[in-house]
T-cell receptor, first 114, second 115 residues
Framework: AQSVTQLDSQVPVFEEAPVELRCNYS??????LFWYVQYPNQGLQLLLK??????LVKGINGFEAEFNKSQTSFHLRKPSVHISDTAEYFC????????????FGGGTRLMVKP | DAGVIQSPRHEVTEMGQEVTLRCKPI?????LFWYRQTMMRGLELLIY????????DSGMPEDRFSAKMPNASFSTLKIQPSEPRDSAVYFC?????????????FGPGTRLTVL
């Protein structure tokens, strides 16, 4: 079985500061990893995903994430955040044995302060 | 494309009443998902369909919940009878290819309040 742990439920940060949102997963096989963002009163939308190849994945809105197999992590980073980045961020994992299911983490609320 | 469409956006009902949530997936998408989001339990997959056929409904909490997909452009999630603990935001999502690798597109959600 696969699982996802997002270590921080809330991350407050000042505007223009860097941010890292942490995600760790557990799976016995090769994985596919995703980050989704949910803005207030909206559905989730994809930020980026790792399927194979380069372990550094670039997404929309200046976000990037790095797949680290040895540490079973897929942390999300942005060098300088904006007020508009205030949202909930979900890490998700799937694999070929998961019956096509995505397993989502509990989410991290990013709060960008002026 | 208009994206995934859900209706209603908000629903307030009384305990014991029947509730029907509706979803129109993106045209050409073969998979449709129903999720429930609450503060306590986070985002839970309730059921998903492939080519209109239910594949996995193990996330449906109990027999009061049922979902149908009569055609490729429409799905419903029904709760009968509703209870206060069903209060949540219900999302519908769709994707074109295998959900393990393809992007899921979410609708705006239906916020359900059961009094």
């Amino acid at each position: 079985a696969q699982s996802v742990t997002q270590l921080d439920s809330q991350v407050p940060v000042f505007e223009e500061a860097p941010v890292e949102l942490r995600c760790n997963y557990s799976s016995s096989v090769s994985v596919y990893l995703f980050w989704y963002v949910q803005y207030p009163n909206q559905g989730l939308q994809l930020l980026l995903k790792y399927l194979s190849g380069s372990t550094l994945v670039k997404g929309i809105n200046g976000f990037e994430a790095e797949f680290n197999k040895s540490q079973t992590s897929f942390h999300l980073r942005k060098p300088s955040v904006h007020i508009s980045d205030t949202a909930e961020y979900f890490c998700a994992v799937s694999d070929n044995n998961a019956g096509n299911m995505l397993t989502f983490g509990g989410g991290t609320r990013l709060m960008v302060k002026p | 494309d208009a994206g995934v469409i859900q209706s209603p956006r908000h629903e307030v009902t009384e305990m014991g009443q029947e509730v029907t949530l509706r979803c129109k997936p993106i045209s050409g998408h073969d998979y449709l998902f129903w999720y429930r989001q609450t503060m306590m339990r986070g985002l839970e997959l309730l059921i998903y369909f492939n080519n209109n056929v239910p594949i996995d409904d193990s996330g449906m909490p109990e027999d009061r919940f049922s979902a149908k997909m009569p055609n490729a452009s429409f799905s419903t999630l029904k709760i009968q009878p509703s209870e206060p603990r069903d209060s949540a935001v219900y999302f519908c999502a769709s994707c074109r290819g295998l959900p393990s690798t393809d992007t899921q597109y979410f609708g705006p959600g239906t916020r359900l309040t059961v009094l």
